[in-house]
């Protein structure tokens, strides 16, 4: 079989559960090619098809359900793990009617939680956002280019380092009103590989990520080679915080809450509506059993 192509991003939680299936280290794995992308790029990549599984927003999950299958593990989901907005005072909601937003992308599931929440709480509303690498929002609003920022990914651990003040939590405000895990990043594989490559896919990641569980610092000088000089404290904390039993498999709560997400982005006119069989996964036979919502009986 010719080698699969990936494409998922640097940070520590998909290096660390990527690290041994990309490294040869699972007996019987497809080989596997590996791209190394922001989310924001991933996104875009999954737009062209041309590569066989792609780490993505769940907020963009909807733009490609025709040619991609979710797969129920190797994602990021989880609780106390969502986007933050932080600004370069103390402000509450108030202080941001008709602010300037630095945001990571707009098909994001840091967005889609930031348009939920700001609907309800910014009086009057926002005055705008623009798109900036996630890397360069906490620099820009230190230096006053923006009124705010979204967050993202290690900068949660890392943003009161920058002078920054939390306005919101926009994972607690996901959570305290749906009382369900947050979904950020979505695995996703190419429909016309066929259910026995697919399976074989969803397999890989799982024994990859079992691998990673067991074998914790086998992944340690991949992880830093791609964690763009992350500080070893916030890398650890960052895949403890990342990858957990929601990676290991979506399960029911997972199933339960990307449909909430998606429903609700669809009732608001910002993605096209899904249903429970594009989400269903095309494996041709079963491992475990957890079965979500739309899901099969897929396990690991």
Known sequence: MTALTIAHSPCPNDTFVFHAWSHGLLPGAPELSVRIADIDVTNQLAGSTELDVLKISFAALPD?????????????????????????????????????????????????????????????????????????????????????????????FTFRDMGLQQVVDLGQAWEDSTGLPIPLGAIVAKRSLGAETLTAVADAISDSVAYAWKNPDASAGYVREHAQEMDPEVMRQHIGLYVNDFTAELGEAGYRAIRVLLDEAAERGVARPVDDEALTFPAVRHRGEHRGNGSPRWGG
């Open 64 to 156: 490609f359900l025709d040619d991609y299958a979710l797969v129920p593990c190797g994602g990021a989901l989880g609780r106390g793990c969502g986007p933050l907005v932080v600004a370069a005072s103390q402000a509450g909601p108030e202080g941001l009617s008709g602010a300037t937003i630095a945001i990571p992308a707009e098909k994001s599931t840091a967005y889609l939680l930031f348009r939920r929440w700001a609907a309800q709480a910014v009086p009057g509303g926002i005055g705008k956002v623009e798109v900036l690498p996630f890397g360069e929002i906490m620099p820009a609003v230190r230096d006053g280019a923006f009124d705010a920022g979204l967050i993202i990914h290690e900068a949660r």
